[in-house]
């Protein structure tokens, strides 16, 4: 597979960076994941828009314009061939001497590849997946997609290894989201309930266009916190994300949400979902 790094296109597994690169040391990064259907970018301008946001809130300057961030999109699902899967894009601070505050006259690290991966036909898509709820240890700004992943690393192997597939992170009883998605419930009476943007989530890509797409379907919404109670006792759950778009959860710690199945209105969004995507 062909990657981006810096300017230049080469194999993935020869691209390399410096020990000293500000990722590597620090974390000192943010990065992004499009998702690719039928050969071509989902949602591309909200997932640009918010690597640009990012960028800004750790006053890291853009490498290149978005606009030429978008043609190295395309050229790597050209060049590598993509009909599903992800781009994933990252920007660091740079390679300079280890110190913490901003080196100067550093360039930024551009790394870009993409990978293969089935979305449409997911086997989870059908059966749904199991969470697993877990304290919340991550730093305050969550609305910022920083490569420091340590705290979704260690949810999300937590849940792993509780035959899971994704962690339900949870702050003062309530839930803030998944390890790598947005959730959301939708209670006995047919409201879609999820938490509303703000420093302790990811804005999710995804999350904002089922919003806004439910609200054009007449599907009644709700922007609120909801705790793990009300999650436990809601007629269905999912999750949301660039790369596995609406994912059904049928159990939360092991209980079953509604009948254990993949709800008829989380299927129906997915539908859309995937209508809007292609
Ligand atoms: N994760 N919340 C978190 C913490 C995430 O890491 C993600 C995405 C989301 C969903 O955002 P979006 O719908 O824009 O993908 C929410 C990506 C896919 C990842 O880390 O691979």
């Not at 006053?59 to 060049?79: D, N, Q, W, Y």
């Not at 100067?104 to 059966?127: G, R, Y």
């Not at 439910?214 to 999912?238: C, G, H, Q, S, W």
Request: proline fraction near 5%; hydrophobic fraction near 45%; glycine fraction near 6%.
């Amino acid at each position: 597979s062909i990657a981006y790094l810096n300017g230049e296109y080469l194999p993935l597994d020869e691209a390399r960076v410096s020990v000293l690169d500000r990722g590597f040391l620090f974390a000192d990064g943010i990065y992004e994941v499009s998702a690719v259907l039928d050969g071509h970018l989902v949602d591309n301008q909200s997932h640009l828009a918010r690597f640009e946001r990012s960028l800004g809130e750790i006053f890291l300057p853009l490498p290149a314009p978005m606009s030429r961030v978008e043609e190295i999109e395309k050229e790597l699902i050209t060049r590598n061939g993509v009909k599903e899967g992800v781009v994933y894009m990252q920007v660091t601070r740079g390679v300079a001497p280890r110190d913490f505050h901003f080196p100067e006259n550093v360039k930024p690290t551009l790394l870009m590849f993409t990978q293969a991966k089935t979305i449409i036909d997911s086997p989870t898509a059908k059966s749904g997946i199991k969470a697993k709820t877990l304290e919340d240890i991550r730093w305050a700004r969550r609305d910022i997609k920083s490569i420091a992943l340590l705290a979704q690393v260690l949810a999300k192997q937590a849940a792993h290894e509780a035959g899971c597939q994704e962690a339900w992170m949870v702050e003062d009883g309530f839930v803030t989201e998944g390890g790598s998605s947005s959730v959301f419930i939708i209670t006995k009476n047919n409201v879609l309930v999820t938490r509303p943007n703000s420093h302790a989530l990811l804005p999710g890509c995804t999350r904002k266009a089922i919003l806004a797409l439910a609200a054009e379907k007449n599907i009644r919404v709700e922007e609120r916190p909801f705790t793990v109670a009300e999650a436990l006792d809601a007629a269905e759950a999912f999750f949301t994300s660039a790369s596995a778009f609406v994912t059904p959860v049928v159990t939360i710690d092991d209980q079953a949400i509604g009948d254990g199945t993949p709800g008829p209105t989380t299927k129906r969004l997915r539908e859309i979902y995937i209508d809007f995507a292609r």
